[in-house]
């Protein structure tokens, strides 16, 4: 063990590929008005462990940035957020509802088989009305949809603050 502090280096930050807000300001805008009517009627704490999961999978370290200090900001816990990529073996951090959530945004982000397993899917509507249902995988098919943009242009995390949109 050292007492001596170590300094990490991090790369100069990377501008982003594109700023494609710029360039598609239409297509922006409709994400943003579809990601405010996706949420309708959900949990905001379970909307964003939602977001945090699929940003996970997606390798998406701008929406995963934006998501966890939402989440925190909204009153997550810390413990549960960093728990939320090894949530298989942190059950007893979650409630059922949000368990069936998140192996949903699990199925729906992955689609490893070409489909959602019928286990998956009723798991979630035993906890879910079916109006609510369909919110969660609106929810669910707008952050994969959100990632697409961070990964392919390369957005920059880091610089986002609870609050901030876009």
Sequence with gaps: M??????????AEE??????????PDVYKAMVRL?????????????E???IRASQLNHCAFCLDMHT???LAAGE????????????????FYTEKE????ELTEAVTVLTDGFVPEEVY???????QEAELAQLVAAIAVINAWNRFGVTFRMTPGHYQPGQHG
């Design 2 to 11: 050292t007492t001596a502090q170590e300094t990490v280096e991090y790369a």
């Design 69 to 71: 200090k939402d989440a």
């Design 99 to 102: 368990l069936a959530a998140i």
């Design 15 to 24: 501008a982003p590929r594109l700023p494609w807000t710029e360039h598609a």
């Design 122 to 128: 009723e798991r979630a509507a035993e906890h879910f």
């Design 49 to 51: 462990l939602v977001k």
């Design 35 to 47: 990601d405010s009517v996706a949420k309708r009627g959900l949990d905001p704490k379970l909307y």
């Design 77 to 92: 816990s810390v413990e549960r957020v960093v728990q939320l990529s090894a949530w298989q073996e942190s059950r007893h």
